[in-house]
């Protein structure tokens, strides 16, 4: 039999002894279609007549090719201490190392579809319809290859035999085995003995025998997969049937046994697992708990993705001490419609609730929830956010992984919908509130609020129109509240001017309110209104010198600003107060042109606020190292508008000193603080400080201090001080620790605390986190020396087989609720 010598080949399209083989094909099987061209090709280089034979298609070019060396060891697992460092990340410091794809810089240029085939093999014998290729065969046609030590091919059944080191590369993908066999025409291919590698999803395994088609398909038989870095069997998931399809990013094993160090601790008939972020059908790890409310916590959520813009999750929960809690949540997404989202959860029978409040009637409990955003046409907006429970202590009761439903004190109901002209933005919304504590009245309900408001270009240099005009309608169902409409309006002019040194704002505008009242209190008057003129002038210079500040060159500014203000008095002791408060005072209300939240007091004033603030700017990159603020209002006649009717005036001559400041001297560390001090007393009113500390490795450290006494001027508050401490620390790769701990100064005990452990290794991670608190009445001073003050506690696990998946997301809920800054998303891996 003849033998030709080690050749070089590029082909385009080739034909032989009758069997054409054109580009389609290589198109649709890949490196299966390769495989025939290199055989038609070794026969061609080795009889001249076959060149004759083929027609016009063929290239008979000879071109030299550069193989480049393989990357690392034959999965491509590099260790750590030859990995690029900025490859380094916290999950190639787990494993000691990471999968280094070496066509991972495959591009658009080099698709196989469009490109040439590059072949080489040292020998080839023809007999018949057979050609075999021994010596080592090398096969590439874009950022597709494939090798192996020897090749049989039959032209005829356009099938053949690959043996003794194969390997079969893609971008993402490798393929190895010791014998393989290919069949062009169905797209199939087989490999015995062989191992595989999923590059982007950090996946290994092997199988007794591979397949894969030309649909991205790869079945695995007798075979076994993990996450876990070669030589690390943490856990594996044995198979008599694995299929990964990399089209969809989803993996499905029959017949599967969990195994960790060795041992079998799970077994399904089937698994769906991803292998990417798409969304997905399927059953989801379960969530575990414990917590005082309610016992052991139990919930199996079931996914379904219903179709590509809706889906479906629906979660079975038990709670022990209170039943089966059915959770869902639908989520709809559109174009036109925009999007929606539908959630609720409902308990038939909570036996807790029951023994708690047994003169109540029902104890069935449910929830209900509407979100939704919309935009049209680039002008219209909308938005809903509904939500509704059927009782005050649901959420605070089902909601025990997230501390801040102790604090919610309301539950919103908004409808509202947007107009964006070109010089006018026309509001038209409705909103209520369902209160989540029997001690708070039932809010006011605005059916409806529409609000036309002009769009002013803030030109500068010339005169901006200001107007607006607002109606609201106001309902209650508490029978000894004012109810009826209520008109605001604002029409003027501001003038702003502003240098490279500066700036000087002008604002004059004219103020109305009317009311025509349905039920008034008392003898007043039904329609009872108040009228304001304001002025304001706003000024502002900016100075800057070059210096040095923590061993930086830096730019230091000097900012000094006055802000006056004065506004009319009208008597308006004979109005409602619908939606209105007094707000609480700091360092952004020296500059603000009211008092007041809400539109029911039209506030009199004639006062200049003066505030100072100074900034660290890096001389090159303009990064903010440190601002500092401080300022104060100096009032020249008595505040004679409150909201009280009864209320006296306010009679000071000046304000607290407000200020604040913000440290920033690197990239890991950051302090700051907000103070309100009142020189009349002598006394701090409030502040508080926070420092934060990060590290490279995750380390997240805050210590944060917390005071704040009742001032008259808002009402009754409770008084505040307390010292606040959190953590995230890695103790080393695989260990961390994180706490929290809330302690008030006032009562001398812990309020609030966290503790937990984690470990976290190259393929698997567990949390374990336990919580107390004090279960407080909102809005009231807590008495921690009563005998019926309880304090709560949470137990939460959390279990995570990475690239499967895990249980215990309650967890990464109170950590970010707790620990400032960290990031549940960059934590997760």
């Given at each position: 039999?003849?033998?030709?010598?080690?050749?070089?080949?590029?082909?385009?399209?080739?034909?032989?002894?009758?069997?054409?083989?054109?580009?389609?094909?290589?198109?649709?099987?890949?490196?299966?279609?390769?495989?025939?061209?290199?055989?038609?090709?070794?026969?061609?280089?080795?009889?001249?007549?076959?060149?004759?034979?083929?027609?016009?298609?063929?290239?008979?070019?000879?071109?030299?090719?550069?193989?480049?060396?393989?990357?690392?060891?034959?999965?491509?697992?590099?260790?750590?201490?030859?990995?690029?460092?900025?490859?380094?990340?916290?999950?190639?410091?787990?494993?000691?190392?990471?999968?280094?794809?070496?066509?991972?810089?495959?591009?658009?240029?080099?698709?196989?579809?469009?490109?040439?085939?590059?072949?080489?093999?040292?020998?080839?014998?023809?007999?018949?319809?057979?050609?075999?290729?021994?010596?080592?065969?090398?096969?590439?046609?874009?950022?597709?290859?494939?090798?192996?030590?020897?090749?049989?091919?039959?032209?005829?059944?356009?099938?053949?035999?690959?043996?003794?080191?194969?390997?079969?590369?893609?971008?993402?993908?490798?393929?190895?085995?010791?014998?393989?066999?290919?069949?062009?025409?169905?797209?199939?291919?087989?490999?015995?003995?062989?191992?595989?590698?999923?590059?982007?999803?950090?996946?290994?395994?092997?199988?007794?025998?591979?397949?894969?088609?030309?649909?991205?398909?790869?079945?695995?038989?007798d075979g076994e997969m993990t996450f876990c870095a070669p030589g690390d069997n943490d856990w594996l998931l044995q198979t008599g049937q694995l299929e990964l399809d990399l089209e969809r990013g989803v993996g499905t094993a029959r017949d599967a046994t969990l195994r960790a160090g060795g041992i079998p601790i799970f077994y399904t008939p089937w698994l769906s697992f991803p292998l990417d972020d798409r969304r997905r059908s399927g059953l989801m790890f379960p969530a575990v708990g414990s917590d005082s409310r309610g016992g052991v916590d139990i919930g199996v959520p079931v996914y379904l993705n219903l179709a590509e813009n809706y889906d479906l999750l629906y979660a079975p929960r038990y709670i022990g001490l209170r039943g089966i809690n059915h959770e869902f949540e639908g989520r709809y997404l559109d174009p036109f419609n925009g999007n929606w989202q539908l959630g609720g959860s409902y308990i038939g029978d909570d036996e807790q609730y029951a023994d708690d409040f047994p003169d109540e009637p029902d104890a069935k409990r449910w929830l209900a929830n509407v979100q939704h955003q919309g935009a049209y046409g680039g002008r219209w907006r909308s938005l809903i956010n509904y939500s509704k429970v059927s009782d005050v202590d649901l959420i605070r009761d089902l909601e025990t992984s997230r501390l801040d439903s102790r604090r919610d004190v309301n539950l919103l109901q908004l409808g509202q919908v947007k107009y964006l002209g070109e010089d006018w933005l026309i509001t038209a919304q409705a909103q209520q509130f369902q209160p989540l504590a029997e001690d708070i009245r039932n809010d006011y309900k605005k059916l409806p609020q529409i609000t036309a408001q002009y769009r002013s270009q803030g030109t500068p240099f010339s005169l901006n129109p200001i107007g607006m005009l607002q109606y609201s309608n106001f309902d209650t169902d508490t029978e000894s509240l004012a109810t009826g409409q209520r008109i605001y309006g604002e029409a003027g002019v501001t003038y702003p001017m502003s240098w490279q040194y500066g700036f000087l704002r002008s604002t004059a505008k004219y103020r109305v309110l009317e009311y025509a009242l349905d039920r008034q209190i008392g003898d007043l008057d039904e329609n009872p209104g108040a009228r304001s003129g304001l002025a304001s002038i706003d000024a502002g210079l900016f100075?800057?010198?070059?210096?040095?500040?923590?061993?930086?060159?830096?730019?230091?500014?000097?900012?000094?600003?006055?802000?006056?203000?004065?506004?009319?008095?009208?008597?308006?002791?004979?109005?409602?107060?619908?939606?209105?408060?007094?707000?609480?005072?700091?360092?952004?209300?020296?500059?603000?042109?009211?008092?007041?939240?809400?539109?029911?007091?039209?506030?009199?004033?004639?006062?200049?606020?003066?505030?100072?603030?100074?900034?660290?700017?890096?001389?090159?990159?303009?990064?903010?190292?440190?601002?500092?603020?401080?300022?104060?209002?100096?009032?020249?006649?008595?505040?004679?508008?409150?909201?009280?009717?009864?209320?006296?005036?306010?009679?000071?001559?000046?304000?607290?000193?407000?200020?604040?400041?913000?440290?920033?001297?690197?990239?890991?560390?950051?302090?700051?603080?907000?103070?309100?001090?009142?020189?009349?007393?002598?006394?701090?009113?409030?502040?508080?400080?926070?420092?934060?500390?990060?590290?490279?490795?995750?380390?997240?450290?805050?210590?944060?201090?917390?005071?704040?006494?009742?001032?008259?001027?808002?009402?009754?508050?409770?008084?505040?001080?307390?010292?606040?401490?959190?953590?995230y620390y890695p103790i080393n790769n695989n260990w961390r620790f994180f706490m929290a701990w809330n302690y008030s100064l006032e009562a001398n005990r812990s309020v609030e605390d966290m503790v937990g452990i984690e470990y976290d290794s190259c393929c698997w991670q567990v949390r374990l986190l336990h919580l107390r608190y004090f279960d407080t009445v909102r809005n009231e001073i807590p008495d921690f020396d009563s005998p019926s003050l309880d304090r709560e506690y949470a137990t939460q696990l959390q279990f995570v087989l990475k690239g499967l998946g895990g249980f215990g997301d309650g967890v990464e809920q109170l950590m970010g609720d707790m620990i400032q800054g960290f990031n549940r998303l960059a934590y997760s891996r």
């Open positions: 039999m003849p033998t030709a010598p080690s050749s070089n080949f590029v082909v385009d399209t080739l034909s032989s002894g009758g069997l054409a083989v054109p580009l389609g094909v290589q198109r649709r099987r890949g490196w299966y279609a390769m495989l025939l061209l290199l055989c038609a090709a070794a026969g061609a280089a080795q009889d001249d007549s076959a060149l004759a034979e083929a027609g016009p298609g063929i290239e008979d070019t000879l071109v030299e090719e550069t193989i480049e060396p393989r990357i690392g060891a034959e999965l491509d697992w590099i260790p750590i201490e030859n990995v690029p460092k900025a490859l380094r990340n916290l999950s190639c410091r787990l494993c000691e190392g990471r999968y280094i794809d070496p066509q991972g810089g495959a591009n658009a240029a080099r698709n196989p579809d469009t490109s040439p085939i590059n072949a080489s093999a040292r020998s080839t014998e023809i007999e018949g319809n057979t050609v075999r290729l021994s010596g080592g065969v090398e096969v590439t046609q874009g950022y597709r290859a494939f090798s192996s030590d020897a090749a049989s091919i039959d032209r005829e059944t356009r099938s053949g035999t690959l043996e003794g080191n194969i390997e079969l590369r893609e971008p993402g993908v490798l393929l190895r085995g010791e014998r393989g066999q290919f069949y062009s025409r169905s797209g199939e291919a087989q490999m015995e003995n062989s191992q595989f590698v999923l590059h982007e999803q950090q996946l290994r395994g092997s199988a007794a025998l591979l397949s894969r088609d030309s649909n991205e398909l790869i079945r695995i038989e100075f800057e010198r070059s210096t040095r500040f923590a061993n930086k060159d830096v730019v230091q500014t000097l900012e000094p600003r006055v802000f006056y203000l004065y506004s009319q008095y009208d008597e308006q002791t004979d109005q409602p107060d619908f939606d209105s408060a007094e707000l609480t005072f700091n360092y952004n209300q020296l500059f603000r042109d009211t008092r007041f939240s809400g539109r029911d007091r039209l506030d009199d004033a004639n006062q200049v606020a003066v505030g100072l603030t100074t900034r660290f700017l890096g001389e090159s990159s303009g990064e903010e190292l440190f601002n500092a603020s401080i300022g104060q209002i100096v009032y020249f006649n008595n505040r004679r508008v409150r909201l009280g009717a009864s209320a006296p005036e306010l009679d000071r001559s000046n304000s607290e000193l407000a200020g604040e400041f913000n440290f920033y001297p690197n990239d890991r560390l950051s302090m700051r603080s907000n103070l309100q001090y009142d020189p009349s007393t002598g006394k701090m009113n409030s502040g508080n400080l926070i420092a934060s500390y990060t590290r490279d490795d995750d380390t997240v450290f805050n210590a944060g201090y917390t005071f704040r006494r009742p001032v008259s001027l808002v009402g009754n508050q409770p008084t505040t001080d307390q010292v606040n401490l959190s953590t």
